[in-house]
């Protein structure tokens, strides 16, 4: 029988991200009236065409920039291997990590207060919510040292709780 679960998590926003978001529209939009306004000023010349086709381009920029911000997880697990994937804009989907559960050397709830080594490598992919947020850690065969945070739900819990080494099940 195979074990399967997903979960789709969306990344909250802190006032930080939102500070960015603004600052990049505002940004855009003021080098895009500039470069329209130089495009007009050289009306006849070639730096009219170039302010021009920079607006554009300038006003694509902000907008890719803009959309980049929204980011979303999925996990995914299946049959011991948690697969985790970064979402940017609902439509770049790229592979953050995968690990099998049986190789995790600590897991349980996250706490903010805990200490994380030097050498460790921190992969975040949760939405910013510390109430409900676990970490992992594990050896990766790319990132060394590995800690993982996310904010698993109660069916990819379920499966993790299975797949845990025994050491770790009796602790969770």
């Known amino acids: 029988m195979d074990n399967f ?12 991200d939102k500070t960015k978001r603004i600052a990049v529209i505002i940004g855009g939009v003021i080098l895009t009236l500039i470069l329209v306004a130089v495009g007009f000023l050289f009306s006849g010349t070639a730096f009219s065409l170039g302010g021009f086709v ?4 300038a006003g694509y920029g902000t907008f890719f920039m803009v959309q980049s911000t929204y980011v979303e997880y999925e996990y995914t697990f299946t049959n011991g291997e948690l697969d985790i994937d970064k979402i940017v804009a609902r439509k770049k989907r790229s592979s953050l990590l995968s690990v099998e559960v049986k190789k995790f050397t600590d ?4 706490d903010d207060s805990m200490e994380e080594p030097d050498d460790i490598t921190v992969v975040i992919s ?13 050896q990766h065969e790319d990132y060394g ?3 993982l945070i996310f904010a698993p739900d109660e069916r ?17």
Request: aromatic residues 14%; positive net charge.
């Open 5 to 16: 679960a997903e979960q789709l998590i969306k990344r909250n926003e802190t006032s930080a």
């Open 145 to 147: 040292k590995t800690r």
């Open 126 to 138: 949760s939405d910013n919510i510390a109430s409900h947020e676990y970490y992992a850690d594990f």
């Open 54 to 57: 920079l607006a554009v381009v």
């Open 107 to 110: 897991f349980g709830k996250y």
């Open 156 to 172: 990819i819990l379920e499966n993790i709780k299975h797949f845990l080494p025994a050491r770790l099940r009796v602790k969770f």
